[in-house]
Structures are given as C-alpha cells and as structure tokens.
C-alpha cells in the first residue's frame, strides 16, 4: 500500500539547515495498523505530513498504492488527499459552524456528490462510529471523544485508502482514548489501513506494529501483539 | 459558481458572525447610497436649470440686423439694413439641414410706452409678427381658443394670440377674450387665443406680456414691407446650428451687401452653444458625482476587503482542514471571493433601494412644497443604477481578490499548525 525509499527532508532554518529525515525506508502493507513513534524533533510529524501529501520530500521515492507521489502542484495534491487519505487530527479540527453530519460530508462535498448522497454516506458513517443521534449537533455541543469519532467519521467518509491519525488521543482522557481506539481497531478489523502517530506506549500497544524514528531514521521496526482496547476499559 | 451547496457554505460562514457582516455590509451600503444620492441631486439640479432654460427648442439661434462696420461696394460702414422675406426662402432652400425658419418684427417691447389700448384701459406690451412655426421652435401652452395658422398668414388677417398678463391688464374678469378686440397702436386686431408660457427663464414676465400676430398683417399693418428684423433658425436634431450658422451668415451677407469679414452687422445668439455649456457643466458635476461617491464606496470596499483578511486569518486552521480535505485552491478562491461579492451586492442593493426611498421622500416633499428655484424632479436612470450594480460588482470582487490570494498562499500543513 505505502513504499518509501530513502527519503529526505531538511529544513531551512536562516542560515544553518535542518536535516529532518536522513534516509527513511518504510513500507506498510494493505490491512496494516501502524504505530510511529518517537520523541519530539524525532521527525514523526514530518514523516507524517509527507505520507499526508502536506508536505514534499527533498528526495527519495513514495508510492501510494503504486501509484507515485511526486512533483505535486496543489490542486493534484488536493484531489489525492481527497481520493486516498482520511486525516485525523489530535485537535480534532471540526469545523465549528457546521454541525456533525455537515462536517463527515465535507470530503464527499469536495468530491463533487450531490448533496442526498452525500447525506446518506455521512449518516451511515456517524451510525458507524455511534453518532447518529448526534449528526444535528454543533461540534461545541459534543464531548472531546465524540468530536474525535466525527473526526473519524468525516476520515472515512471519502473511502479513503489509508487513514493518517496524528496523535489522535492526544487531547483525550484514558477512558476515552481507549474508546476512540476500540473504534480504530474495528476498522482495521474491516481492512483498512491506518498509520498513528502517537508518544502514548499503551497507544502503541494497541497497533500490530510499531515502528521508532529517532533523529531522522528508523531506529526499530517491530510486529508486536496487539492489545485490544476493550481489555483495558 | 452557481452551486446550491456553495452558496449553503456561504451563508453559514457569513451567518457565524452576525454582527461584523452587518457593520462590514454597512460601509458599502453607505457608499453606494451616497452616489446614488449623488447622482441623482445632480440630475435634480440639471433637471432644474434645464427648465428654466424654457423649452425652446435647443438647436437653435436667434439672428437680428445691425450696423454694418466695414465699407462694400461703395456703401458706408455704420450703415443700417434688415433682413428680407426672401433671405429666408433663400436660406431654406440653400440649407436643407434648416428645420424651422421663423422670421419676426417686433413693436414696442417690455416697459416700453402704452401701445395697445382696450376700451378705457390701456398696456405697454411687447407685439411680435411671427410665423405658425415659432410655436415649434418654442412651445406655449394655448389655454384658450388657438394659435396663428397659414390662413392668418396668407390671408392678411387682423388676428392676435395673447399672453396671459395682456389679458390681465385689458380685460375684467370673466369677461369674454376670444373674438374681441384689441387696437395695437390703432390698428384693431381680434383676439384668437391666449396662451401661457410654462418654465420662462427670467423673461417669464416679458413672454406674459407679448402678443403675437400673424407676420403678414403685421408688416402691412406697420408698414415693414418686406422687411425682417429677426430671425429664430432651428436645425434638425442630427446637424447642429453652431456647425451651420456660418454658411447662414455668408449667406445673409452676400444678399445684403455686407463686406465678408463684417461680423459685427450681423448680431446673433446661439442657444445651441449656450445649451451644449451647460449639459458639459453637467456632464462634469456628474462625473464628479460618480467620483465622489465611488470614493466613499471604496472605503467601503476596503473595508469588506479588511474584514475579509481577518476573516481568512481567524479561518486559517478551518481553510487548511478543508484542504487537507481535499479542496482544491480554487475552492478555497472561489468560496472567498464569493462570499466577498455577495456581501458586496446584497449591502449595495440594499443601498440603492434605501437611495431609491430617499429620492422617493425629496420628490414628495418637492411635490407638497411646489417648484424650487433650479432644482426639479431628482431621479436616477436605469441606466445609472446598471453602472453602480456593476461598479459594486467589480469592487466585490477586488475587494475579495487579496483576502482570496491570502488564503492559498498559506501551505496548508502550515494553516493547520496554527492555533
């Protein structure tokens, strides 16, 4: 699904420049739940907004579903993310004036489909994530982990190939951390591929892989045993 | 652009912030108002002094005779002469462009000696022997009985058309006026009509004061033969006097014998020109107007134009969510400069229909007042409210095009950072 070789990425910082990424190889497969971590400056977020489409590597190979990602201008760089990303964001990032069903069919706006379509798709994705009595309510009338299960909702919307969580529990509690965690494993279960970044351990734990930057490299890549999140509520 | 769901996006994003979209609104509302206003005070004013430039028909002058000033063909200068009957048939069929030619004598004039005498009662009026033509070249309302025709004409008739102060001064009220008679300067004539002149210049009371009798009787009544004293020459609307008043003089000069540089025998006054000044003075006071107001509409459209760029930097996380969601930059544009016009429009409809009831007021109250003096009827024309539709259209969309560049410009992996 993702192949990356030997990627790159530094920034200008004034005068002296900040190598980021040193050589980054990676690759996930179809079905894959990955965990990226690393401490701060680690270069996870960079990695992440690169795999985002956000962002641009100096140099080195990406492949999204073979299809290759490079010289991006904005508008392809639009419509790709459209097409074969879902993001999820730590702060959620709805948008306030809308309420929850309006957000989920955001992505399916920008699609071009028709606005009963978009609708139903969007109401059977919050029903997904639980939400579906909520989908009239305003994103400041819902609780932190129902904003995040929007989030998610609206991530999925646009049938994405790979979902893109960064830090996703970020601004969540333990409690409904898990619960928000128990809803990614399920759609993993489903077969989708998702890539979370996060600095949590029992995050991590939670994923089937978990792969460790550090300075800019990879410095462990290792399968783990997952641990189901309702085991730990 | 003309998308239902686009148009939702609009309206949500202007209604999550009431207050600001209203006082933003305000400032073209404003601008707009003010040169609607503008204009349409200017077009008070024109219409004003256009009504007292009485309703002569414009592409006209007035010709009359004086004394020569240089010698010809063995005559001496200073010498007197006057039109002949004629010269007028000569310059009608020369100049085919000629609408109306009407030739005039004139007795008396206004606060001359008393020449017209009724009965016991006695006035010193002006006489004019005119042709039917001249109620063309200058309208008067007929309020009683008629005006000279041909018959008068050819037929020498002893008739007079009379203004309404003439008829004042001779007769007592209620009295019968059509078909009595007056005596000007011993000679009867019958009263045919009356007539009053709406919208005078300052001359309101001396046109009061005329009477008018056919040319013909005139002159033999008064002994002028053939002569003419003056002329009012109007061409038709797609030739303009001033271009052929030359061709009617070189004319006029070679029949009478007058030296070809002699421009002082000849005595003139061009309406044309006259009028042609004052619509240029009102071609500028309106151009002035739509400057004026255009300039406080730009503050207006500046400050859409700033509440835009707030708007995009308050909306930089939202602008970058929905790109990382998949909108093109074009739609963030699009969605930006949109919003920007129809603030625009709606606030400047708004503006012209508030212009619109002010108008409304001044015509009412103009009505209930009755005229004022060089002021009459302020409007504006379709034509006028199309341009400052358009004006405001092409301002919304300059007023969205920083705030729209703005919002691209901005890496969307950047936009999201922000908090």
């Known amino acids: ?233 | 652009m003309f998308n239902r769901d686009r148009w939702i996006e609009i309206l949500e994003a202007l209604n999550s912030n009431k207050m600001r979209t209203l006082l933003t609104a305000f400032g073209v509302f404003w601008g707009i108002t003010i040169l609607v206003l503008l204009l349409a005070l200017t077009n008070g004013l024109k219409n004003g002094v256009s009504a007292d430039f009485g309703n002569f028909a414009t592409n006209s002058m007035f010709m009359w005779s004086r004394r020569t000033s240089i010698p010809y063909k063995g005559l001496p200068k200073g010498r007197r002469f006057d039109f002949k009957l004629e010269d007028v048939q000569l310059l009608k069929e020369k100049i085919p462009a000629l609408k109306y030619i009407s030739p005039r004598n004139q007795l008396g004039g206004y606060n001359g000696a008393n020449n017209v005498t009724r009965k016991a009662k006695t006035g010193a009026f002006s006489i004019y022997g005119d042709y039917p033509e001249f109620i063309k070249q200058k309208p008067m309302d007929i309020t009683e009985g008629r005006y000279l025709n041909y018959s008068d004409i050819h037929d020498n008739r002893k008739v007079a058309v009379i203004g309404i102060d003439v008829v004042k001064g001779l007769f007592d009220k209620n009295e019968k006026i059509i078909g009595s008679y007056i005596k000007v300067n011993g000679v009867n004539f019958m009263v045919i009509g009356t007539f009053r002149i709406s919208n005078g210049k300052g001359d309101r009371e001396e046109d009061a004061n005329s009477i008018f009798v056919p040319f013909t009787a005139f002159s033999q009544a008064f002994n002028r033969a053939d002569n003419v004293g003056w002329m009012a020459i109007t061409a038709y609307d797609d030739v303009s006097i001033t271009k052929i008043k030359p061709q009617i003089f070189d004319i006029i000069k070679s029949q009478r014998k007058i030296h070809p540089k002699d421009d002082r025998a000849v005595g003139h006054f061009d309406l044309a020109k006259q009028f042609a000044k004052i619509t240029g003075l009102f071609g500028i006071l309106t151009v002035v107007g739509y400057f004026v107001g255009s300039l406080v509409l730009l503050s207006g459209v500046i400050g859409i134009s700033n509440i835009m760029l707030i708007v995009v930097k308050e909306r930089t996380k939202e602008i970058g969510v929905r790109r990382a969601l998949g909108a093109s930059p074009l739609n963030i544009k699009a969605q930006i400069l949109q919003e920007s016009l129809l603030l625009t429009i709606l606030s400047g409809l708004v503006g012209v229909s508030f212009a619109a009831f002010v108008i409304w007021i001044m015509n009412y109250v103009l009505d209930l007042s009755g005229p004022v003096e060089n002021f009459a009827n302020p409007s504006v024309s379709m034509t006028t409210v199309i341009t400052a539709l358009v004006i405001l259209i092409v301002s919304g969309l300059l007023a969205g095009l920083i705030p729209a560049t703005r919002a691209v410009q901005m890496k969307p992996i950047d936009a999201l950072r922000i908090e």
């Open chain 1, 1 to 233: 699904m993702i192949e990356i070789k030997d990627l790159h990425k530094s920034y200008q910082m004034g005068s002296n420049s900040l190598h980021v990424l040193k050589g980054i190889n990676f690759s996930v497969k179809e079905g894959e739940l990955v965990s990226i971590m690393g401490s701060s400056g680690s270069g996870k977020s960079t990695f992440l907004n690169i795999l985002g489409m956000l962002d641009e590597a100096d140099k080195g190979a990406y492949f999204l579903d073979n299809i290759p990602i490079k010289d991006l201008n904005e508008k392809i760089a639009a419509r790709y993310r459209n097409k074969f990303l879902g993001f999820i964001f730590q702060s959620f990032n709805l948008i306030t004036y809308k309420n929850a069903i309006d957000n989920v069919a955001m992505p399916l706006y920008y699609q071009g489909i028709k606005r009963r379509e978009r609708t139903e798709k969007a109401l059977h994705y919050l029903e997904k994530v639980g939400l579906a009595d909520w989908a009239t309510h305003l994103p400041n009338e819902l609780s932190g982990g129902q904003k995040q299960r929007v989030a998610i909702a609206r991530a999925l919307a646009s049938e994405p190939k790979v979902l893109l969580a960064d830090e996703p529990t970020g601004a969540l509690d333990t409690k409904t951390s898990y619960e928000v965690m128990e809803l990614i494993q399920g759609i993993n279960d489903e077969g989708k591929t998702i890539l979370i970044v996060t600095h949590e351990e029992d995050i991590a734990h939670m994923t089937k892989r978990i792969v460790n930057l550090k300075d800019g490299v990879i410095i462990d890549d290792t399968i783990v045993e997952q641990v189901r999140a309702t085991a730990n509520v």
